[in-house]
């Protein structure tokens, strides 16, 4: 998004954005009480916000563990070419493995990729990565560092730095 479509935000817009990132399931009621609109218009804002691709998707947030999903690894990622066809390649592959939250191409380290992945347990982990990771051509290196407790863990965006 560049800089004009950010000028267009007012602070309507970032309560908005701001509300639903924090509760994506808000209806449109609770939303427009919320930023203090009344509906139609709050509704208005949320379909610009929408048809501007500032609001990608809306996503209901599951407890890991209470799905028996225990292990969260965080995988940095070596390939043996730098081209465009390797990175291609292992960005399709990974993209389909519905283990992987987050896959990023990253820069400053040893690594190229950096992945978060969700696993019931270190069997689980130890198939994945044998099976599947490992198997991608060109995949050289692989470090893994196992998740001990979550400090942090949010998707929310801090709006205090965007300018309305």
């Keep these: 998004m560049n800089k004009q479509a950010l000028a267009k935000l007012d602070r309507t817009d970032l309560r908005i954005l701001d509300a639903l990132q924090h509760n994506g399931g ?17 509704s208005r804002r949320v379909q610009k916000l929408e ?3 500032i609001i990608v998707k809306r996503e209901t947030v599951l407890d890991a563990r209470k ?3 225990d292990l969260t690894v965080m995988i940095q990622i070596s390939m043996d070419r730098h081209t465009p066809e390797r990175f291609a390649n292992f960005e399709e592959k990974v993209a389909s493995f519905v ?3 987050q896959c990023y191409l990253v820069t400053g380290q040893d690594a190229d990729y950096l992945l978060k992945v969700v696993v019931p347990d270190i069997d689980a982990y130890q198939s ?6 490992t198997r991608i051509e060109g995949v050289s290196g692989v470090h893994s560092s196992f998740v001990m ?15 309305a």
């Design 67 to 69: 799905l028996g999903l």
């Design 51 to 53: 048809a501007a691709g």
């Design 128 to 133: 994945f990565l044998l099976n599947r990771i």
């Design 149 to 163: 407790r979550r400090v942090v863990d949010t998707a929310a965006l801090p709006l205090n730095y965007v300018n």
């Design 99 to 101: 283990e992987v939250q």
């Design 26 to 42: 808000l209806s449109n009621q609770q939303l427009a009480e919320t930023v203090g609109l009344s509906p139609s218009p709050c």
